[in-house]
């Protein structure tokens, strides 16, 4: 049957709203590619795709942004690499330092002054002491044990033990993190678990690496079948939301092993509860420009009934889009209003199919559609602008401190 008048007036005229519609959204990437580069997919691929006036296309694995600042411009220098390694390369590549041997630690001196162990605990009496013993084998005596108000003794074993005891404020880990940091006096602060997953050894190691950073995260690379399977894929998509939401790089956010400048738990503002704590700390680090480093270690099998349930995975990736809103709330919201891009489309795709096919039209749905496909492009673009002026306020930051310092 041949297509009727009214009908074909009307094909070309949506063909060319549509071609009208993608012009307008690209014309700011297409014009930036004749007088600087655009970079594309370095957010979703290994390696990066840089465009230039010559619409040569350079793939790399690495970017490495040098920025120099000065009251009068900020210089962008990018340095690329010729060659991409694979995921397999970078793993092989990663070197897990072994446990040094106790007589290596006593041979170097560590200050009581200068590093404290806290140690959150909560009905932790099979393990406490282990966990003492082995620190202090390692030279580590300046410990300090929060107590959540176990009914089990665990205060009175790390009493015993020679560890400094006292009660939280408040319930959960993140007030006892809160209440460590008006006891702390050195200039450095280790928080561990005290279920014996965490192996001391790897505490120098964190130690020398903090002093070039703001935070030190015992990731947790080796032993992670010790790990359950749920938790460990709970981990990953926490972790993976963490980069994305702050520009991060990191592995395992949520490691019960880190250390930082007493003074940054001091500064921090109570975002969130529990078991949270480890993301919010990172969270306020990555937000002020901080370096945040990490130390791969070995996870040991639990000793003692597990205290992380299933359901706060779901509580700690809240928190995380908590954190995001309250240090990062444009891209926040611009990455949740891109989420009409779905719904858009799939309006789309069923006015085209009713029309083409059943001849049947909905020119309100159509619309509809047509304005928040629009809106959902425009929110993405604009999500990904503000995560990479996010970035470049953390590097310039970052520089600006250096200069500082020096």
Known sequence: MPDSPTRSAIIPTVAMLGIAIILALSRHPLLDMFYSFTLISHLL??????????????????????????AQAVAIDFKITKTRRTKTEVNKSIQVPEPCAISDYRRISYSNEELTIVIPTLNEADAIGKVIDELKKYGYNNILVVDGRSDDGTAKIAKEKGAYVILQEGTGKADAIRTAARYVKTPYVLVMDGDYTYDPAYIRDMLETVKDADEVIGARVYGRENIPLLNRLGNWIITKAFNLLFGTKLRDVCSGM???????????????????????????????????????????????????????????????LKLSWAYNPVFFIFA????????????????????????????????????????????????????????????IMSKLKRLAKE
């Open 45 to 70: 691929l290994m390696y990066s795709i840089l465009i230039g006036m010559p619409g040569n296309s350079l793939i790399s694995n690495t970017l490495t942004s040098y920025i120099e600042c000065s």
């Open 258 to 320: 880190w250390m930082t400048r007493t003074e940054v738990l001091r500064e921090m503002l109570p975002e969130t509860r529990g078991f949270s704590i480890e993301v919010e700390v990172a969270a306020n680090i990555a937000s002020s420009a901080g370096l945040i480093k990490e130390v791969p270690i070995r996870y040991r099998r639990r000793i003692g009934k597990p205290k992380l349930k299933r359901i706060h995975g779901f509580s700690i990736l809240k928190d995380v």
């Open 336 to 395: 949740i209003s891109s989420l009409v891009l779905l719904p858009s489309l799939s309006v789309l795709a069923w006015v085209a199919f009713e029309f083409f096919f059943l001849g049947v039209k909905h020119h309100v749905w159509a619309i509809i559609g047509i304005v928040g496909t629009g809106v959902g492009i425009i929110s993405l673009l604009l999500s990904i602008m503000a995560l990479y002026i996010k970035r470049l306020e953390y590097r």
